[in-house]
């Protein structure tokens, strides 16, 4: 059974830093796209940062780059979301998503690429 579980997400204050995980089950990274997707009350669902897992390529979003890193550990399934300098614009839930094939150019942003989906975890930056 295909599972992603996200976790990391909290409260933290402007200029604060979360890393975020998506742990996979199921099956292994080897051959996917990992992709970082928000959602902030009353506003379409977003794409934040992708990896993909056969070469290592990342995308990111405008407005994470410079901030947000995303890496991945194969040995433990999981792939993370590093966030430094956060605003408050980047409240959202962040699900991560895996898609069955490599994705290129602006593939890594649009949500029917990706076949799985975790939860989703709530992050929030307030002081």
């Known amino acids: 059974q295909v599972q992603l579980v996200e976790s990391g997400g909290g409260l933290v204050q402007p200029g604060g830093s979360l890393r975020l995980s998506c742990v996979a089950s199921g099956f292994t990274l080897d051959y996917y796209a990992i992709g970082w997707f928000r959602q902030a009350p009353g506003k379409e669902r977003e794409g934040v940062s992708c990896?993909?897992?056969?070469?290592?390529?990342?995308y990111y979003a405008d407005s994470v780059k410079g901030r947000f890193t995303i890496s991945r550990d194969n040995a433990k399934n999981t792939v993370y979301l590093r966030m430094n300098s956060l605003k408050p614009e980047d409240t959202a839930v962040y699900s991560c998503?895996?898609?069955?094939?490599?994705?290129?150019?602006?593939?890594?942003?649009?949500?029917?690429?990706?076949?799985?989906w975790g939860q989703g975890t709530q992050v929030t930056v307030s002081s």
């Open positions: 998503a895996a898609a069955l094939r490599t994705l290129y150019g602006s593939d890594w942003y649009v949500p029917h690429e990706y076949s799985y």
């Open positions: 990896i993909n897992l056969s070469d290592g390529s990342t």
